[in-house]
T-cell receptor, first 112, second 112 residues
Framework: KQEVTQIPAALSVPEGENLVLNCSFT??????LQWFRQDPGKGLTSLLL?????REQTSGRLNASLDKSSGRSTLYIAASQPGDSATYLC???????????FGEGTQLTVNP | NAGVTQTPKFQVLKTGQSMTLQCAQD?????MYWYRQDPGMGLRLIYY???????DKGEVPNGYNVSRLNKREFSLRLESAAPSQTSVYFC???????????FGPGTRLTVL
């Protein structure tokens, strides 16, 4: 059974800092991996999706990398801002027709 | 374009009561999903519908039923609510191809 782990569970950084969030998964045979953002009391918003054949995806200040062989993905946030404060979740999909398996998320606080 | 909408936003039930959570999407997506989110457990899939007229069990279907009323609407019913069903419930939809799921704002359910 696929398990997804995100470490740390919570992270607090000063504004302007570059930071890395980690996601690991137990079964490397994945179809794709997604990073989501969840604001308090809100639903999830998809940030980046990496197909199994890709190594990374970028969107603005966000860069997600994927290393299937080691079962790891990282989300890099450059020049963090208070507006980046949220919970970030990663989710893996094992086949094209399977469901997403989510990690529990990393709660990020960016202090002004 | 409202995206994915859910009603109600909040609900308190007594043990044994029944209720239906409503979800609608206006993006013409084929697939729709119901998740629950619990502290320490992450998001878990309850039921999903790959297309109008089909539904399938997810990871935690016990105690729930679903109806895919049409392409837009996917409802989740609790026939006899239990305190273990206290959770935040999210509906999501997905279009083929981009494989990105779009989430509603959630329903916060408390069962006393």
């Amino acid at each position: 059974k696929q398990e997804v782990t995100q470490i740390p569970a919570a992270l607090s950084v000063p504004e302007g800092e570059n930071l890395v969030l980690n996601c690991s998964f137990t079964d490397s045979a994945i179809y794709n991996l997604q990073w989501f953002r969840q604001d308090p009391g809100k639903g999830l918003t998809s940030l980046l999706l990496i197909q199994s054949s890709q190594r990374e995806q970028t969107s603005g200040r966000l860069n997600a990398s994927l290393d299937k062989s080691s079962g790891r993905s990282t989300l890099y946030i450059a020049a963090s801002q208070p507006g980046d404060s949220a919970t970030y979740l990663c989710a893996v999909k094992e086949t094209s027709g399977s469901r997403l398996t989510f990690g529990e998320g990393t709660q990020l606080t960016v202090n002004p | 374009n409202a995206g994915v909408t859910q009603t109600p936003k909040f609900q308190v039930l007594k043990t044994g009561q029944s209720m239906t959570l409503q979800c609608a999407q206006d993006m013409n997506h084929n697939s729709m999903y119901w998740y629950r989110q619990d502290p320490g457990m992450g998001l878990r899939l309850i039921y999903y519908s790959a297309s109008e007229g089909t539904t399938d069990k997810g990871e935690v279907p016990n105690g729930y039923n679903v109806s895919r009323l049409n392409k837009r609407e996917f409802s989740l019913r609790l026939e006899s609510a239990a305190p273990s069903q206290t959770s935040v419930y999210f509906c999501a939809s997905r279009i083929q191809g981009p494989d990105t799921q779009y989430f509603g704002p959630g329903t916060r359910l408390t069962v006393l």
